[in-house]
Structure formats: structure tokens, C-alpha cells
């Protein structure tokens, strides 16, 4: 909710977009990384040990997509009281952030509304992040492995690899 005070929205519009993703290991902290662009220009990276050990895949994703969209969220409300408005934005009803990651399971329960979750200790990340999507604050979408952006920032790349995702764009 926004406040009723905040600044009316003026100039161009700028769209927000992430990329997340989760270095999952047996018996070992997974690594949460994550990139939030707005229009094409990174202004938010993020790569930290999870305070949990996951059993699986599914777990630790999810885990990643909530601390990738609790940013989201801090990002699109400042943007908002600087006076930005995002793409969509008419009298407060912004247009979603794109979140891409590269797990399909996590992407299919995000979509589907019968979707059940049967890990109890992941239930808060995965309810606050299906109240997001529902909420309309977020998107997620499937971007393949080799596609996504964040994978820098849960394990080490080959340079060819490094080379392929971010070409020209660092130098």
C-alpha cells in the first residue's frame, strides 16, 4: 500500500526486471544470488549464504525468490516516491516486475493456483511469494540455465561462460 501523499508520478516510465537463482548442494548452505535491472541498467545485486541447509532444489529456490522479492518490492517503493513511474502505472496500479529464474518447478507453482506445498519449513517463503504474484507486485518466468544472469553470483563460471551472459556489457 502507498501512501497517500507520495509524490505524483512524472516523466518517463521505467520497467523493472530480476533474475534470481539458488546454487543448490546436499549437506551444504545453498547460495542465493540475484540481479534487479531497472530498464536495462543493474542497480541491485545480491550473493549471500542461505541461513538454512535445504534438502532440496525446490526449497532453496524459493528461499531466493523471497529475499529477491522483498528488494523488488523496497525498490518499486522508492522509485515510487522518487516520483518514477513504472511501466503500467496508472493512479497506483504498476505493471508487475519480470522475475526470471531457472527452476521450472518453482515457476509452475508459482502459476498454478491449485499448486500445494508439502515442505513446512519453506512455507513462508513460498506463501509470501504466491501472495506477491497473486498480489500482482510480481511475475515469474522460466529462463534457461545458460540464460540467466545470476548465475554469477551463486557459483564460479567458466570464462566462456561469463563471456556468453555478459559479453561487452561489463568492460
Same mark, same amino acid.
Given at each position: /500500500?502507498? #501512501?497517500?501523499? /507520495?509524490?505524483?508520478?512524472?516523466?518517463?516510465?521505467?520497467?523493472?526486471?530480476?533474475?534470481?537463482?539458488?546454487? =543448490?548442494?546436499?549437506?551444504?548452505? $545453498?547460495?542465493?544470488? =540475484?540481479?534487479?535491472?531497472?530498464?536495462?541498467? #543493474?542497480?541491485?545485486?545480491?550473493?549471500?549464504?542461505?541461513?538454512?541447509?535445504?534438502?532440496?532444489?525446490?526449497?532453496?529456490?524459493?528461499?531466493?525468490?523471497?529475499?529477491?522479492?522483498?528488494?523488488?518490492?523496497?525498490?518499486?517503493?522508492?522509485?515510487? /516516491? =522518487?516520483? @518514477?513511474?513504472?511501466?503500467?502505472?496508472?493512479?497506483?496500479?504498476?505493471? %508487475?516486475?519480470? @522475475?526470471?529464474?531457472?527452476?521450472?518447478? *518453482? *515457476?509452475?507453482?508459482?502459476?498454478?493456483?491449485?499448486?500445494?506445498?508439502?515442505?513446512?519449513?519453506?512455507?513462508?517463503?513460498?506463501?509470501?511469494?504466491?501472495?506477491? *504474484?497473486?498480489?500482482?507486485?510480481? $511475475?515469474?518466468?522460466?529462463?534457461?540455465?545458460?540464460?540467466?544472469?545470476?548465475?554469477?553470483?551463486?557459483?564460479?563460471? %567458466?570464462?566462456?561462460?561469463?563471456?556468453?551472459?555478459?559479453?561487452?556489457? $561489463?568492460?
Amino acid at each position: /500500500m502507498m #501512501p497517500h501523499r /507520495m509524490p505524483k508520478p512524472r516523466g518517463r516510465t521505467v520497467i523493472t526486471t530480476a533474475y534470481v537463482d539458488a546454487s =543448490f548442494g546436499p549437506n551444504k548452505k $545453498t547460495h542465493t544470488g =540475484f540481479i534487479i535491472f531497472v530498464n536495462q541498467a #543493474p542497480i541491485k545485486w545480491y550473493s549471500k549464504k542461505q541461513q538454512t541447509i535445504e534438502s532440496i532444489a525446490f526449497s532453496a529456490q524459493y528461499i531466493a525468490l523471497k529475499t529477491c522479492v522483498e528488494e523488488i518490492e523496497y525498490v518499486r517503493f522508492k522509485l515510487r /516516491m =522518487f516520483g @518514477i513511474p513504472l511501466v503500467g502505472d496508472h493512479e497506483n496500479n504498476d505493471h %508487475a516486475t519480470n @522475475i526470471y529464474c531457472d527452476n521450472e518447478a *518453482v *515457476v509452475k507453482n508459482n502459476t498454478n493456483v491449485e499448486s500445494i506445498l508439502s515442505e513446512k519449513h519453506s512455507s513462508c517463503a513460498y506463501n509470501f511469494t504466491r501472495w506477491q *504474484v497473486a498480489a500482482g507486485v510480481v $511475475t515469474i518466468g522460466w529462463v534457461p540455465t545458460k540464460d540467466n544472469l545470476s548465475d554469477p553470483f551463486t557459483k564460479k563460471l %567458466a570464462e566462456y561462460k561469463r563471456d556468453y551472459l555478459f559479453g561487452d556489457w $561489463t568492460c
